[in-house]
């Protein structure tokens, strides 16, 4: 069955420097997708970005980038030059490959960016 | 960019009641989906739905819960009769497709479900 973990619960940073997440991953199949979703104070969910399991390099959506380690089911996200609004909550999320399958949250890691 | 609309925002009801949930998703989606969030916690995967049939569902998705679109109108989630536990923030996704170059989900912005 998938699985996503996140063990971080919170971080908390100073604006326009780096902050790291964690998730790691379980499932059988040999091909899925692998996303990062951001949850405002609002309750908005936004798309931030997306690694298919079949490509080797990280991917790169402006101040978000990803660490993919697929031998250890990792992919951590990489959020470069924090701003005040990157406090959110943030959820790795994984969707296998075949047709309409669900996507499957992680617990989320709660950023706090502050001046 | 493409926004998934649900109706209502908010709503309170008495245990045993029964509500409709409604989402409008994105126009030219094929692929529904809900999910529950309760307060602080992850997004849990109810159900998805496709050419007019639930795909997967978990076990949250219980008995009283059902899912249907008649003739490309609202999405809609029902639960009948409701119970204290579902109280929760309810959202609804929808998505081009599932294929292979499609996989992003767009969410609704939720529907806050008080049962009392």
């Known amino acids: 069955a998938q699985k996503v973990t996140q063990t971080q619960t919170s971080i908390s940073v100073v604006e326009k420097t780096t902050v790291t997440m964690d998730c790691v991953y379980e499932?059988?199949?040999?091909?899925?997708?692998l996303f990062w979703y951001k949850q405002t104070a609002s309750g908005e969910i936004v798309f931030l970005i997306r690694q298919d399991s079949y490509k080797k390099e990280n991917a790169t959506v402006g101040h978000y980038s990803l660490n993919f380690q697929k031998p250890k089911s990792s992919i951590g996200l990489i959020i470069t030059a924090t701003q005040i609004e990157d406090s959110a909550v943030y959820f790795c999320a994984m969707r296998e490959e075949e047709g309409g399958r669900a996507l499957i949250f992680g617990t989320g890691t709660t950023v706090s960016v502050s001046p | 960019g493409p926004k998934v609309l649900q109706i209502p925002s908010h709503q309170i009801i008495d245990m045993g009641q029964m509500v409709t949930l409604n989402c409008d998703p994105v126009s030219n989606h094929l692929y529904f989906y809900w999910y529950k969030q309760i307060l602080g916690q992850q997004m849990e995967f109810l159900v998805n739905f496709y050419n007019g049939k639930v795909m997967e569902k978990s076990k949250l998705f219980k008995d009283q819960f059902s899912v249907e679109r008649p003739d490309g109108s609202y999405f809609t989630l029902k639960i009948q009769p409701t119970a204290l536990e579902d109280s929760a923030v309810y959202f609804c996704?929808?998505?081009?497709?599932?294929?292979?170059?499609?996989?992003?989900?767009?969410f609704g912005e939720g529907s806050k479900l008080t049962v009392l």
């Open positions: 996704a929808s998505s081009l497709d599932g294929g292979a170059n499609t996989g992003q989900l767009y």
């Open positions: 499932t059988r199949d040999s091909s899925y997708f």
